[in-house]
Structure formats: C-alpha cells, structure tokens
C-alpha cells in the first residue's frame, strides 16, 4: 500500500476551487464539486486507499455485506502501510486551514439555518480546531476529521448501507469525497438528498458502532429531492442542521466496494434538537 515513488503530488484543497456561487440550496445548502482534486493527486490517492479486508483486520470488525468500514486520520497517520500522500492529505483535511476554508464557503448559511449557533459556542471564527483521537474537548472547541471509508462488497441481497437521516447534532458539518474505482460497475450506492413531507414526522435513534445514536426517519415522512452519483473524485459538502436529510440509495449485488472519504467537524454539546 506504501508508495515508494520518490516524488508525490502536492496536496490541494478539495476546497481549492469552490465558491460561495457554488453552494446548491435545495433542499438544503450543499455542494457538488466533480473532479474535485487535480487527477496526479486524486490517482496517487486512489491507488493507495485501503482496503475493506485491511481496514477491518485493523479495527477488529469482521466483514459483513453492505458494512460500514472507517480508518480514521489518527489510525493512517500512526500506519506505517500507509502512503505519505494519505497522511499529507488527512492532516490537512483536519487542520485549522480546512475548518477556515469551511467558513468561508458555509458561514453565512450555517447561521442562517443555526442563529444561535454563535450564542452557544462563541464566534464560529475563534473555535480551538482540533483533530479526533489525539484531542479532547478539554483543550479543543471543534475536533475534526478526514477519514477512509470503505462499504463493504454487496452479497446474499441488494441493500442500503443507510436511508434517510440527518447527521448527530453535534456535528457541524459533514463532507463525502468518492473514490468510485473505474471497474465498479454496480447499480446504486448514489448520495439521495431529501426534504420532510410534513411538519409531522418522527425521528428514531439507534446505536452506532461508536455507542451513540443515530438519527434516522421512516421513508414516508420525507419526499426525494435529487440524487448526487457516486462518482469518482466527486465532493458533496454541507453544513449539518435539521433540515440536512441525506441517505445512500440501495446498492445492487456486487463485489465490489463503494469507496470515500468522510469528512466531520464534532462539537462537544449539540447545536439543535431532533425532537418535535
């Protein structure tokens, strides 16, 4: 997995080229940012991605149909498997710079959807930028990071990994960056954004893998709006709030993985409630 070329890309922004004229704001404020990164670096990270089958013998997680396999930046920054290209790429994925970067696309939406977001953390600007599992909220405001995701191959009977939900409200904003491989030729597996069907509708939680819970709400009580593809060097970006529904349609029978980075931004307590 190492990439013993003497010389690599340098890393860019999936931001780089990304303005505020960019951000779609149906149904909510997002991104979709195709050949996201420059093809030399974008390549030199595809190549090199883990595995599900390596991820999983290193987190402890045996491998099932459609799972959900993380490999976060504390874990590829410590692996010694692991190409520097990765390494550079999820420390600036992590870094104060991106968080910045962040803000000065979203800010204006994010409080537009959060007003009391400043009044509960202090300005978004003076946040103490961290990254998860080598900070804690004791020194750190916001603990942020860039992670490599693998779903697993699809086996037994089409599946979705995950339908409609809005991310945990401690989360400030999420980001999936795909690394779609050119032989994946699968049905499914597309990012589906939604909008509430009513005002009456209810959330269920469930526990993670990480003991907290998830929040997730029957199909009838939300309408699709577009479908994002999952497709290779493709970012979609967003500010997390309540209005945020998301969910992955149903993938068809494969072997092969669905491959992305996950990109967090956690908060200590959350910004908004779930609960009607």
Known sequence: MTDTSETQPAITSLLAHVTEDDIRRDPFPHIVVRNALPQELYDALAKSMPTG?????????????NERYNYMSELILGDGNMAQVWKDFVTYHSS???YAEFLDLFQEDLLANLPTAEDRLGPLRDLRVGRRHRDTFETHDILMDCTAVINSAVTGKPSAYRGPHVDKP??????LFYMRLPEDDADGGNLVLYKYRTEAHTFYTSASEYGDNRFDIEPQYVEEVTTVPYESNTLVMYPINRLALHGVSVRSLTQHQRRFVALVGDLQHPLFDLAL
């Open 170 to 175: 401690y989360k400030l904003f999420g980001g």
């Open 96 to 98: 104060p710079a991106f």
């Open 53 to 65: 089958e390596y991820i999983a013998e290193r987190i402890g997680k045996p491998i099932t149909s």
